[in-house]
């Protein structure tokens, strides 16, 4: 990791003008190490802290380091990693989809009823479970763009619709038995690794290649951190947000294939209060709720950590109340972090470059600040102006 | 009105404070004096040793182009600002800069854009942050008889329950310039208070501030119009480029005095001959958006750099983006080398060969979290990729070669824009176009908050794409860049085009005329 050369170390200003491009020029590339260690602090950081709360929860507990409690935690993340990828599209262009638990719900009820009620084969089950959670998916989006409806009301909306229409169609029962093929993908493993781990590790890969090497990939990030520069440069941003929406539907589909191969039944009760959890993860691997940053490793990671926080939670046999406050103190101090690092980041990058013309009214400001000290010994008292300076 | 009376005295209604009778001014002497201020932002020189003062009851206009300095000396008067060199006094009191001091010492600004909190009412908007209290709570009643006192002095026919979003423009000034009077106010500074005003508006306006005059506040009039100008100012004083030209009392002056004190003497016209010019390349044809634009109709051939040039508000961004599909029009037709292009489609009018550079890079055209080269490659990702895969080695190819016809200064192209100059930004923006050919480039003011060097090497590449037979609309505020770079200005004033100017009858003097009188 490279040092980030500190303020002390600065040359006084006031040289060659010459040698001015030269230190802006290093200026810069500071920065960008500065930045680059930075991103790197926020993901290293949640691999640090991962790691040693695992040494710290091996310490404490023989249980945790057994293959069965590892393969636990692996298992349990898997759901909630797949569903978090298509969030990490919606988050990317500065959306949000609360529907996914939902739609995970509906998924679910459907691969297995449609089997179970309506005789449909086992595969035209999981791809309706699929079509379903793409039209909610674009319902959003259209909604979004469309009739710019708040993300936020409008997926809260679909999360309400279809959390309903899977009760409606499974008249709020477990519907069992799942067809054979959930039993066997639940199981399989593929040289000892279970087939699920492998196939999330393979989603994340694809939308990872997806996100960083595809023309839609760099659209999202374009639409998300300026979704009006975009559209000037000729870049469909509907069309982008749309498709992550329709991707965020589509992965919530697969999480409830997934959730109902590990609970063997098609369950509308399943997966809620999901969402949060979902969002928690991917603002806790550093995607910014404001759009345009972000990754999928990073998801990845904050997933892994809240799975470590609830196995923490089970294996200390922490009071089963106390479970939820502490995963609220993770997910506060992983979005304080953000806050930090875009306000820390941005205003130093601002200070050191001293362009634009940001720099200059905060330097003022902060001056006036300064003589607004100075000045408050004047009387100046805003009632007496009011109701005395008012006299006739 | 209040009757006015006839002793020396000023009207008590006006709530001219005890302070004021603590420490008397000279009769008729200065109420406030900037001395000497000198202001600098990054790149610019904004204020350069400029004195200014004001003196009691008289209307002394401030006058420049655009960027002459005008906003950033009514920003110190307000304290908005602190200044690098000199002083603000305000009735001998050194005033310090902090917008509460600037309000306290009297000084209130009306600024361009209302400051009213719309879904308050007119009474409450009046003693913003003033409420009266009893035991607590806000008194409707006396609420009511303050903000009746200060309204009846300029607008007597609003209401005080009027929600402030329902307020014309007109009226929400009067508001203002109420919750003014309603403290105790000695300058009032009035930026560009008529843009918005239809004439008997400004008409009742003018009879306001002569009534506040004869009440001896000093009143900073900020206008372009110089007509106006002259039916209400007693002094006037132009900046240009930062520096003081000069105050004169406005019977010394008049029209073209003035303009020539704007424009300056050292624009002399840059004789060279016209450049051969291509086929049409934008035919726009009685475009018109509702309140905003005009039947307007313009071309620009291939080759050719046409520039639009007007006071700010006249127009001619809405222009440039109806053109583009940035903002839909209501009716008119655009053609982009023959072929139509239909409104609000950005993306269609890229294909057919349009290229914009918009006037506020941060806001329009940098994706301020990608990096130097994702932005310099946003318009072309069609080009880059092949089945939806990014190519990355093109993507460095084009980076490179942009970079490098662009003499763009980064440490690599893989950090983020914003890391960069604002030069360099502006230059990453114009690569992400010229990187696609573009037929025909939009420009909307390309060298706004770039630095000196920066913007001859912006207008060189303006010139170097002309030659090339791209055709060139551009939008300048700048008048050497206008003079010196256009084949032909077309001068915009309130949403028209109200003077067309080939290069040899091109001059300052002239734009300037047309800009200002319409």
Redo the contacts between chains.
């Keep these: 990791m490279r040092p980030v050369v500190s303020h002390r170390h600065r040359q006084p200003d006031g040289a060659a003008a010459e040698r001015r491009?030269v230190r802006?020029?290093?200026r810069?590339?500071r920065?960008?190490a500065g930045?680059a260690w930075f991103d790197a602090i926020q993901s290293f950081g949640l691999l640090v802290i991962i790691v040693t709360g695992s040494v710290v929860l091996g310490l404490a507990t023989p249980v945790f380091f057994t293959a069965a409690n590892l393969e636990n935690v692996l298992y349990s993340a898997t759901v909630i990693a797949v569903v978090a990828i298509g969030e990490t599209f919606v988050i990317l262009v500065a959306g949000i989809d609360l529907s996914v638990s939902a739609v995970l719900a509906l998924s679910s009820v459907l691969s297995v009823g449609l089997v179970v009620n309506q005789g449909l084969p086992p595969a035209m089950g999981i791809v309706a479970a699929l079509l379903a959670g793409a039209i909610i998916g674009v319902a959003n989006g259209l909604a979004c763009t469309k009739l710019r409806i708040t993300a936020l009301i409008v997926t809260l909306a679909s999360l309400s619709i279809a959390r309903g229409l899977a009760f409606i169609y499974s008249g709020g029962e477990n519907i069992a038995p799942v067809p054979h093929f959930f039993v066997f993908a639940q199981n399989a493993k593929v040289l000892g690794f279970p087939v699920i781990i492998l196939f999330t590790l393979l989603l994340a890969l694809l939308a990872h290649l997806g996100l960083t090497?595809?023309?839609?990939?760099?659209?999202v990030?374009?639409t998300?951190?300026?979704a009006?520069?975009?559209?000037?440069?000729?870049?469909?941003t509907d069309r982008v947000v749309l498709g992550c929406y329709a991707i965020s539907g589509i992965t919530a589909a697969i999480g409830g294939l997934m959730i109902t191969a590990r609970l063997e039944a098609g369950a509308a009760t399943s997966g809620e209060g999901m969402e949060l959890t979902v969002i928690a993860a991917v603002v806790i691997g550093g995607t910014?709720l404001f759009g345009?940053?972000g990754s999928i490793g990073g998801m990845l990671l904050g997933v892994l950590l809240l799975g470590l926080v609830q196995n923490a939670v089970d294996l200390l046999n922490v009071p089963p109340n106390y479970d939820s406050v502490v995963s609220g103190f993770v997910i506060a101090g992983a979005a304080a972090l953000d806050v930090y690092r875009r306000y820390y980041v941005?205003a130093s990058?601002r200070r050191r470059?001293?362009?634009?013309?940001q720099?200059?009214?905060s330097a003022?400001n902060s001056?006036?600040l300064e003589?607004?000290e100075?000045?408050s010994v004047?009387p100046?008292s805003?009632?007496d102006?009011?109701?005395g300076?008012?006299?006739? | 009105m209040p009757a006015h009376t006839t002793s020396a005295e000023p009207d008590p209604s006006l709530a001219i404070s005890d302070k004021a009778t603590m420490a008397p001014p000279a009769p008729a002497g200065p109420i406030l004096v900037a001395s000497n201020i000198s202001k600098s932002f990054p790149g610019v020189r904004a204020l350069d040793g400029v004195s200014f003062d004001v003196r009691r009851g008289e209307v002394h206009a401030l006058l420049g182009e655009n960027g002459a300095g005008k906003s950033t000396l009514i920003k110190i008067m307000a304290g908005l600002y602190a200044p690098d060199h000199g002083e603000i006094w305000v009735d001998g009191r050194l005033l310090p800069a902090d917008p509460a001091a600037a309000h306290a010492a009297g000084v209130a600004t009306i600024h361009q854009d209302h400051h009213l909190v719309p879904n308050m009412n007119v009474a409450e908007n009046i003693l913003l942050g003033r409420w009266p209290t009893s035991f607590r709570l806000i008194s409707r009643k006396t609420q009511q008889t303050l903000a009746m006192r200060a309204l009846a002095l300029v607008a007597p026919q609003l209401s005080l329950f009027t929600l402030a979003r329902h307020l014309s423009p007109a009226d929400g000034q009067l508001v203002e310039i109420a919750r003014a009077l309603s403290e105790e106010l000695r300058v009032l500074v009035m930026d560009e208070p008529t843009s918005s005003l239809s004439p008997p508006e400004i008409d009742r306006l003018f009879s306001v501030v002569r009534d506040l005059q004869e009440n001896g506040i000093g009143i900073v009039f900020v206008s372009h119009w110089l007509e106006e100008v002259f039916r209400i100012a007693d002094r006037i004083t132009v900046l240009r480029d930062g520096r003081l030209v000069g105050t004169h009392s406005v019977t010394a002056l008049n029209t073209d005095a003035v303009i020539r004190m704007m424009v300056g003497r050292s624009l002399r016209e840059i004789p060279r001959s016209r450049r051969q010019t291509g086929a049409t390349a934008l035919d726009v044809r009685g475009l018109t958006r509702q309140g905003l634009l005009h039947n307007i109709s313009l071309t620009v051939a291939a080759g050719e750099i046409v520039c639009l040039a007007g006071l700010v508000g006249a127009g001619r961004s809405e222009l440039a983006n109806c053109i583009f599909g940035a903002e839909a029009y209501d009716s008119g037709e655009v053609r982009i080398g023959g072929k139509p292009l239909p409104p609000g489609n950005p993306a269609k009018a890229i294909r057919l060969g349009l290229g914009y550079v918009p006037e506020d890079r941060h806001l329009q055209a940098l994706v301020e979290t990608l990096s130097v080269s994702a932005n310099a490659t946003l318009a072309v990702l069609d080009r880059i990729s092949r089945y939806g895969l990014l190519s990355f080695r093109k993507e460095s190819e084009t980076i490179a070669t942009q970079a490098q016809a662009l003499a763009i200064k980064m440490p690599s192209p893989d950090v983020r824009v914003s890391a960069l100059s604002g030069g360099n930004q502006q230059k990453v923006v114009l690569a992400r176009w010229l990187a696609r050919r573009p037929h025909l480039l939009i420009l909307d003011e390309p060298t706004k908050g770039v630095d000196v060097g920066a913007k001859a090497e912006i207008s060189e590449i303006i010139l170097q794409l002309a030659a090339e037979g791209v055709a060139i609309l551009l939008i300048s505020s700048e008048m050497p860049e206008v003079v010196g770079l256009s084949d032909r200005v077309l001068v915009m004033h309130t949403g028209r085009i109200v003077a067309e100017l080939d290069r040899r009858k091109l001059s300052a003097e002239q734009i300037m005329i047309h800009a200002t009188s319409g």
């Design positions: 491009t802006a020029t290093s810069a590339r920065q960008a930045q090497r595809t023309r839609f990939g760099r659209s990030y374009a998300g951190g300026n009006l520069a975009a559209r000037l440069s000729g870049i469909r910014s345009g940053e941005e990058l470059t001293g362009t634009g013309k720099a200059s009214p003022s001056r006036a003589s607004s100075q000045a004047l100046d805003l009632h102006q009011a109701t300076g008012m006299s006739k």
